[in-house]
């Protein structure tokens, strides 16, 4: 959006002489971070250059730079300002209200603004939905923020791209398989991309997820566009040295918990040649379906939102994991598990949670890092049926 900023807002956010105030700092963290562009109006100069602080003028106008001004603002005609209901006795009355009028034009999409008086005339002329006290614009802000991905998984490391070695040997398959890569990986890390990866005890990466953010993307070469928030698994490979260590399903549980936490709709990814073939068995056992063909890639996507269908319990487990149906015909169970064996089979609640070698995968074993898993107990129940929770 393009967001105007009245005098009262410009002059303290630019004092160079005083502490900012919190609430200052926010609103040029948010904005930039929703790649907002902040704007003044020309007239705005006057206003500024009656500050009687010769000195902080002198440090405001030096700053005002890094500010765009808007390009051929309308002027307000003492005609259009009487058939408005303005009144402009002074020169902040002509400066307000040619801000105003900017803002009736259609020349910014909102005004943030503590002056009263403008909020007054912006009621007058119908404009009040789009004039924000700072703390009202803090609050638009908040609801488009999302929320940081609090990464707590036992045995598995969040990285930036740039933080990784991509000569390590690990990529050299990925290197041959796909023209590019190099180059790929560069752009990806200087884009501030991340990835979820797994080391061996030496720090050499084994198993790597590198994952991006999509909205209403073409994935296939068909054309149709899946609407919604999308997770892409760009890269997912687990070295074959550590085969049978279940990593890679360790990797997509922590995908299907990343979907959930920030509310995506679907995840997908690309699979190509035989080699994969292990990749596709596990993503069509937690209800991934090949959408169709990109090119030479097969396109296996899977729903992260619960959808009203005719599936049965276990189908709809699978298909639609981790989410379930909740019903009267899905039965809930309460299963106690031994202490010795739930740190074994549930690492990320496990006494190596939050100590010093609490990413050390060499530490866990396969069942730790499974999504599905079997437990022997002595129970007598034989009510379970396929489905059942």
Not at 140 to 148: A, C, D, I, K
Not at 367 to 373: A, M, R, V
């Amino acid at each position: 959006m393009n967001i105007l900023l009245d005098t009262n807002i410009i002059i303290p956010l630019e004092d160079t002489s005083r502490i900012l105030d919190s609430s200052f700092a926010e609103l040029r963290k948010l904005s930039v971070e929703q790649s907002h562009c902040l704007y003044i109006h020309p007239m705005q100069l006057e206003d500024i250059n009656r500050d009687k602080n010769q000195e902080r003028r002198k440090i405001v106008f030096s700053r005002l730079k890094q500010y765009s001004q808007i390009e051929n603002p309308p002027i307000l005609s003492d005609q259009e300002c009487h058939e408005l209901g303005l009144s402009q006795s002074n020169d902040n009355d002509k400066v307000d209200n040619n801000i105003l009028f900017a803002l009736y034009r259609g020349a910014a999409h909102l005004l943030v603004t503590n002056d009263e008086g403008i909020h007054r005339k912006a009621t007058k002329i119908g404009l009040q939905d789009k004039v924000y006290r700072l703390e009202q614009f803090l609050l638009l802000l908040r609801r488009y923020t999302t929320v940081p991905f609090s990464f707590d998984y036992t045995g598995v490391k969040e990285r930036f791209l740039y933080e990784i070695d991509k000569n390590q040997p690990f990529f050299e398959s990925l290197r041959l398989s796909y023209d590019g890569f190099d180059k790929w990986f560069q752009k990806c890390a200087t884009d501030k991309r991340k990835c979820w990866c797994i080391e061996d005890g030496t720090g050499n990466i084994v198993a790597i997820c590198i994952y991006k953010h999509e909205q209403d993307a073409q994935l296939t070469d068909s054309g149709d566009i899946i609407h919604g928030r999308i997770l892409k698994l760009c890269t997912f490979k687990v070295d074959i040295k550590a085969r049978g260590k279940k990593l890679g399903e360790r990797l997509l549980y922590i995908a299907f918990d990343y979907c959930v936490k920030n509310k995506l709709d679907w995840v997908y990814l690309h699979t190509f040649g035989e080699e994969q073939k292990t990749l596709v068995g596990l993503c069509l056992d937690y209800g991934f379906y090949c959408l169709g063909k990109y090119k030479q890639d097969d396109v296996y996507i899977k729903p992260m939102k619960l959808k009203e269908d005719d599936y049965g319990s276990l189908d709809s487990l699978i298909r639609y994991y981790p989410y379930f149906k909740d019903n009267e015909s899905v039965q809930k169970f309460i299963i106690p598990i031994r202490p010795q064996y739930h740190e074994d089979l549930f690492p990320d609640f496990s006494s190596m949670k939050g100590s010093l070698f609490e990413k050390d995968q060499s530490l866990y074993s396969c069942q730790g890092n499974t999504i599905k898993k079997a437990y022997l107990c002595h129970s007598k129940i034989k009510t379970i049926r396929k489905g059942d929770i």
